[in-house]
């Protein structure tokens, strides 16, 4: 084995320029034109070939370990921290985490590496279907593209949750909130603080999830519209004469579902670090973890014109953000709703009456803007209870006709008949 020479087409192609000008069949200066070298490094492969035989076309440190190469003890350490404290993170993630707790610089591409050679698996990206590219918006605020992510965010750690996400279409920047579900009250509430934090969109950007796109037929006044149903959150946004936009498919508003993809991947991870165990937490985790991500990955917009509209009126905004239900008002002014009874005490002429729940867990009951006045009925009146009778069956008397019934006495009245009806 000692016999036998590895070499690559790059040196088997210099061994066999160099034998060539050895053997004085070519010239040293058109040895070097071929080999695209100095002639001055043509007659140092000469001499060591002729030294060293076809070994001198080798390079000397071929098989030597790099001075730049990094020691084995941090190897060691790195490899176990990304099978351990930061298992599941794929090379660039780790790389990242390594420098920053743990003051280990290691490329991303050397982590790779590493990784095949000891078989150490992390997620991939799939590879990606066609779609057509659409152009960012060219202003800050001229759409925003909200959705809700399901997913076990603390790992077991809480029970699964939903994030509220909102990204800026022209600047990518994020705002995000948890909730224990996606839903009207989650839409509004994580909207509202949106709009407190930046001001109002000019749309917004969602798919057709019945929080966002109503499954109710059209009413009378709709229809006199020529509009859809709207959902309690769509009534909302048109209220504050924000525009919505529902997305056919998911690829649709993609900016959002990669950013879902890179959080269920970064903000899970970075959680479980800081060891996150609730909701609450988790929301006061984003209120410093956010800014450091938009300072990372923001974009520079085409335009530095801020669309976000200002709010005015900020009194009215906790009555734009309820849900409204219409009822039927009773003949003794009572009110169903949800399961419980409630008595308006106010005298009104009128069918239906409006309640509106809020945020907050305040509840009204209205009828042309105007709060009524109520209380909840907690016990229901009783009616008196009949004492229970065990009804017997009924039987007949002896006398009864049903007793005394004879087969002959059909026939004599059948054959009766007959002779009444030829007679006529």
């Known amino acids: 084995m000692e016999d036998i020479l590895t070499m690559s087409q790059r040196e088997l192609k210099r061994l066999y320029v160099i034998r060539k000008a050895i053997d004085k069949r070519l010239k040293q200066g058109q040895a070097a034109e071929i080999l695209k070298l100095s002639q001055r490094q043509i007659r140092r492969l000469v001499k060591r070939?002729?030294?060293e035989s076809d070994k001198g076309i080798i390079h000397r440190l071929r098989g030597t370990k790099s001075h730049h190469a990094?020691?084995?003890a941090i190897k060691h350490k790195a490899l176990g921290l990304c099978q351990g404290k930061y298992a599941g993170f794929n090379p660039t993630f780790a790389s990242e985490k390594l420098f920053e707790k743990n003051k280990i610089k290691i490329s991303r591409?050397?982590?790779?590496q590493w990784f095949i050679s000891e078989g150490i698996t992390y997620d991939k990206r799939k590879a990606r279907p066609h779609r057509r590219w659409r152009p960012r918006k060219e202003h800050c605020g001229d759409m925003v593209q909200l959705d809700g992510s399901h997913h076990d965010w603390f790992e077991g750690r809480a029970p699964k949750c939903v994030l509220m996400g909102y990204i800026d279409d022209a600047s990518s920047r994020v705002y995000a909130r948890f909730y224990e579900y996606e839903g009207t009250f989650p839409a509004m509430d994580s909207f509202k603080r949106y709009i407190l934090r930046y001001g109002l969109p000019l749309s917004v950007y969602f798919d057709r999830h019945s929080t966002y796109k109503s499954t109710n037929k059209q009413t009378i006044e709709d229809e006199l519209l020529n509009r859809g149903s709207l959902s309690q959150f769509g009534r909302a946004l048109e209220e504050l004469g924000v525009s919505f936009i529902h997305a056919q498919s998911a690829p649709a508003k993609g900016r959002i579902e990669r950013l879902f993809k890179t959080f269920q991947d970064r903000l899970a991870k970075e959680m479980r670090l800081e060891n996150i165990e609730s909701?609450?937490?988790g929301n006061k985790f984003l209120e410093r973890y956010l800014p450091v991500f938009n300072r990372r990955f923001n974009v520079e917009p085409v335009s530095s014109e801020d669309m976000h509209r200002p709010l005015v009126g900020l009194a009215g905004l906790d009555k734009v953000f309820t849900i409204r239900t219409e009822r039927a008002l009773r003949n003794d002014f009572t009110v169903a709703h949800e399961g419980k009874l409630y008595q308006v005490e106010d005298n009104i002429r009128s069918e239906k009456v409006i309640i509106q729940d809020y945020l907050n867990g305040k509840r009204l009951i209205t009828h042309k803007d105007r709060a009524?006045?109520?209380k909840e009925i907690t016990q229901h009146p009783q009616k008196p209870k009949?004492?229970?009778?065990?009804?017997r069956a009924y039987t007949p008397p002896i006398e009864h006709p049903w007793?005394?019934?004879k087969p002959a006495d059909i026939f004599v009245v059948s054959k009766q008949k007959e002779v009444f009806a030829s007679a006529l």
Do not use: C, G, M, S
């Open 386 to 391: 009949q004492p229970f009778k065990i009804r």
């Open 70 to 72: 990094i020691d084995e």
């Open 372 to 374: 009524l006045r109520y």
């Open 49 to 51: 070939v002729r030294q």
């Open 109 to 112: 591409e050397t982590l790779r």
């Open 279 to 281: 909701i609450t937490d």
């Open 403 to 405: 007793r005394n019934y």
